[in-house]
């Protein structure tokens, strides 16, 4: 089992920045996969992006075209620890933001992740 706990979100005028947390705990694989997703109500949940962590610890990154060179992933080893760097937000960018995490290979699919956070919400006002 896997447990993720998120924290970092809020609310931020467009242009601003946020980074969310996401701290695993339990049995993790040596070879993980890594996602963030986000959802608004009535809409189907939205893949932000998927990290493939190799058994030597490299992470292998791909965005959503959405939020690609303004988001940015990293991760902490000591903390066990996924992080989300938010930059120039937009408005567009207001969604429930979950992380997920799924041992060997990546799927770009929400529904192949077994563990997910309680989700964070990210408010981007104009």
């Known amino acids: 089992q896997v447990q993720l706990v998120e924290s970092g979100g809020g609310s931020v005028q467009a242009g601003g920045s946020l980074r969310l947390s996401c701290a695993a705990s339990g049995s993790t694989d040596r070879n993980a996969c890594m996602g963030w997703f986000r959802q608004t109500p009535g809409k189907e949940r939205e893949r932000v992006s998927i990290?493939?962590?190799?058994?030597?610890?490299?992470?292998?990154?791909n965005y959503a075209d959405s939020v690609k060179g303004r988001f940015t992933v990293s991760r902490d080893n000591a903390r066990n620890t996924f992080y989300l760097q938010m930059n120039s937000l937009k408005p567009e960018d207001t969604a429930m933001y979950y992380c997920?995490?799924?041992?060997?290979?990546?799927?770009?699919?929400?529904?192949?992740?077994?563990?997910w956070g309680q989700g964070t919400q990210v408010t981007v006002s104009s």
């Open positions: 990290t493939y962590i190799s058994g030597d610890g490299v992470v292998y990154p």
């Open positions: 997920a995490a799924r041992g060997g290979l990546c799927s770009t699919e929400w529904s192949d992740f077994p563990y």
